[in-house]
Nanobody, 126 residues
Framework: QVQLVESGGGSVQSGGSLRLSCTAS????????WGWFRQAPGKAREGVSC????????YYANSAKGRFTMSIDNAKNTMYLQMNSLEADDTATYYC???????????????????WGQGTQVTVSS
């Protein structure tokens, strides 16, 4: 069992930055992959980025490329999502997730057990 706790959400003006954190506890190992998802009201959940524990498998959605950076501090069992140049369309509840998958884009896939954080709200005002 893996427990994930997010922090770092908030309200920011367009063009601003936020850094989200997600700390994992429970059973974790280096074959877990980690991801960030978001869901805006009335919209489907969207994968934002994901990364393997080693960092050699990474993915960013087109909406995140060039603006968001995901990183992992293995010693702290914590992953981060640095978000720069935020836009109103980035407003959503952001969730971190973890799963044992062969590639990180399979996090959240029905064929694999995925652990989710409780979510943290990001609001960007224009």
């Amino acid at each position: 069992q893996v427990q994930l706790v997010e922090s770092g959400g908030g309200s920011v003006q367009s063009g601003g930055s936020l850094r989200l954190s997600c700390t994992a506890s429970g059973t974790t190992s280096d074959d877990y992959h980690w991801g960030w998802f978001r869901q805006a009201p009335g919209k489907a959940r969207e994968g934002v980025s994901c990364i393997s524990w080693s960092g050699d498998d990474a993915y960013y959605a087109n909406s995140a490329k060039g603006r968001f950076t995901m990183s992992i501090d293995n010693a702290k069992n914590t992953m981060y999502l640095q978000m720069n140049s935020l836009e109103a369309d980035d407003t959503a509840t952001y969730y971190c997730a973890a799963a044992r998958v062969p590639v990180c884009r399979l996090i959240g896939n029905n064929g694999y057990t995925t652990y989710w954080g409780q979510g943290t709200q990001v609001t960007v005002s224009s």
